[in-house]
């Protein structure tokens, strides 16, 4: 990487298309990718030559990837709902702990004594977002700006708790996996079925 330049127009050029080719594959989901056999295909194309390999071997790799792949996610899947379940029930027991008929359960740090929002409103916050096993995923405190939504524009464990929080209040959010992303998840960091952890301060209602 030490002797490649990036000088000229087209070098910059260039080193973006592949930036982006490598962002789209880290996102791609799939594993064991190797750089070198990637720029040599790369390379293949640009000059014109004939492929190193058959095309139908190529399609039965790229096809097993996948099906590695998909079985990977479905052993996550399954790990952060069993994860997800057992760490709810347990802080269920706690006495701090108020727990809804939805699922959702939340704790209070600080209560405030301002309007609550309806549905129709929007919100300016801060919050602090955890996997149950401590890892964070977003953080608006982190990041020292506040986020700014329609109430209803967000998650449902989210979207419950906020038409109950005064102004001013700090609670403490624990999500289980059908009022947060589910079956999707949410990128690489929210695994599918992951119940999530917020620390969440209503600053206003705009």
């Given amino acids: 990487m030490s002797e490649v330049k990036f000088e000229t127009v087209e070098q910059k050029a260039s080193y973006g298309i592949g930036l982006q080719m490598g962002q789209q594959l880290a996102g791609s989901g799939l594993e064991g990718l190797n750089v070198d056999a990637i720029a040599a295909g790369i390379a293949t194309a640009l000059v014109g030559d004939m492929p190193a ?62 309007e609550i929002p309806t549905s129709d409103k929007q919100v300016r916050v801060h919050y602090h977002g955890e996997l149950t096993d401590g890892t964070v995923f977003d953080s608006s405190v982190s990041r020292g700006q506040p986020a700014e939504f329609p109430v209803t524009g967000v998650i449902q464990g989210w979207v419950q708790a906020l038409q109950m929080m005064p102004v001013g209040s700090k609670w403490k959010l624990y999500i289980p996996q059908d009022l947060a992303y589910g079956e999707r998840g949410a990128g690489a960091a929210i695994p599918p079925f992951a119940a999530l952890v917020f620390e969440v301060e209503l600053l206003a209602i705009l």
């Fill in 53 to 114: 390999i058959e095309v139908d071997e190529i399609n039965n790799a790229l096809q097993e990837l996948h099906t590695r792949g998909e079985a990977a996610r479905q052993e996550l899947a399954k790990v952060a709902a069993a994860d997800g379940e057992a760490f709810l029930t347990d802080n269920a027991l706690r006495s701090e702990v108020t727990v809804l008929e939805s699922g959702l359960q939340y704790e209070i740090l600080t209560e405030g004594t301002g």
